[in-house]
């Protein structure tokens, strides 16, 4: 059974809360908490796809179009009709899941390459109805109006705010997906990714639970989504296209998808290269992600999170 070690936990934990704190007193890191939102955000998405792809095996192309899901419908019901965002959130995550159980039982019958093709497809189908339906989406130029969220009064009206409720619902999702690892649910999906036949042999469901963690990564995205909507108060398609899928891929695959510590590593590097570190490059930024992405895959296939392991390894020979 997988263990997760408290101290490292509570040491990330630490650092976390005071990290805003730090940030005040370095000029240099002053812009950092805003980074970090976005980092958490993404976490929230490439947690549920690190248990989908790394410990079940099922590949998606498609979790940029559910982030999607849950920010427009949190965007539309709020700008457009005055709704209260947390329930739009829970309404978003709904939506999200009854569409992924639409997409999954179909495509989840297929296997490798043409799953991720079947979800590639759907990805590229979302994004083409956020573009075209200006009416419900703002098309291309986007939409603005957005509010953000409060709770019994209390604006998350600043960035260190908005930090702290990020990383709460961060936090929150890591712990219950790790109870779901270390699960007898866990032990079928990591049965499931090293051979499905083997495991239907043995009586596992395998269709249901497929269908049940693609929905569980839909979910986090959806979440995950209007969260990203509230911040900005404003979004647009662009924000959901095809290589924005293509990162959360890079981004488990960096930290190591087979483990959740690597989900949230991987997060954060990419935010922190995509968003301050590799704007030198400019145009030419995508062929960095494609050098990272080959670099990892040739000699760290474990990922980042996976080097203490090689490490060991390494000593003990």
């Not at 947390?86 to 490798?112: Q, T």
């Not at 409060?150 to 990383?167: D, I, M, P, R, T």
Request: glycine share 10%; with cysteine.
């Amino acid at each position: 059974m997988l263990q997760i070690r408290k101290l490292p936990l509570i040491v990330f934990a630490l650092l976390i809360v005071v990290f805003p704190w730090i940030a005040r007193g370095v000029p240099a890191i002053a812009n950092y908490p805003d980074l970090m939102v976005f980092a958490g955000i993404y976490c929230l998405i490439t947690i549920g796809l690190s248990l989908l792809m790394g410990y079940a095996g099922q590949i998606s192309l498609g979790q940029a179009a559910f982030f999607g899901i849950g920010a427009y419908v949190s965007a539309i019901l709020t700008a457009k009709y005055g709704m209260n965002p947390w329930i739009c959130m829970a309404i978003g995550m709904v939506a999200a899941s009854i569409v992924a159980v639409l997409v999954g039982v179909p495509s989840l019958k297929l296997r490798g390459h043409y799953l991720a093709m079947a979800t590639l497809a759907f990805g590229i189908i979302v994004f083409i109805i956020f573009n075209e339906e200006g009416e419900w989406t703002g098309g291309p130029d986007g939409l603005i109006g957005i509010p953000g969220l409060n709770l019994f009064g209390f604006q998350f009206n600043s960035v260190e705010k908005y930090y702290y409720l990020v990383w709460f619902f961060v936090f929150a999702v890591f712990l219950f997906t790790i109870n779901i690892i270390q699960s007898r649910d866990g032990r079928a999906l990591r049965a499931i990714h090293v051979s499905e036949a083997a495991s239907s042999a043995t009586g596992v469901n395998v269709s249901r639970y497929k269908i049940v963690v693609f929905v569980y990564s839909a979910i986090l995205a959806s979440l995950a989504g209007s969260l990203y909507a509230h911040y900005l108060n404003f979004i647009n398609p662009s924000t959901f296209d095809l290589f924005f899928s293509i990162k959360l891929l890079i981004m488990i695959a960096l930290g190591g998808m087979h483990d959740i510590w690597g989900a949230i590593i991987g997060a954060f590097l990419i935010t922190f290269l995509s968003f301050e570190w590799l704007h030198f490059f400019e145009e030419f930024e995508i062929i960095v992600y494609g050098l990272i992405l080959l670099v990892v895959t040739i000699f760290l296939p474990q990922g980042l999170a996976g080097i203490p392991h090689m490490i060991k390894n390494w000593l003990r020979r």
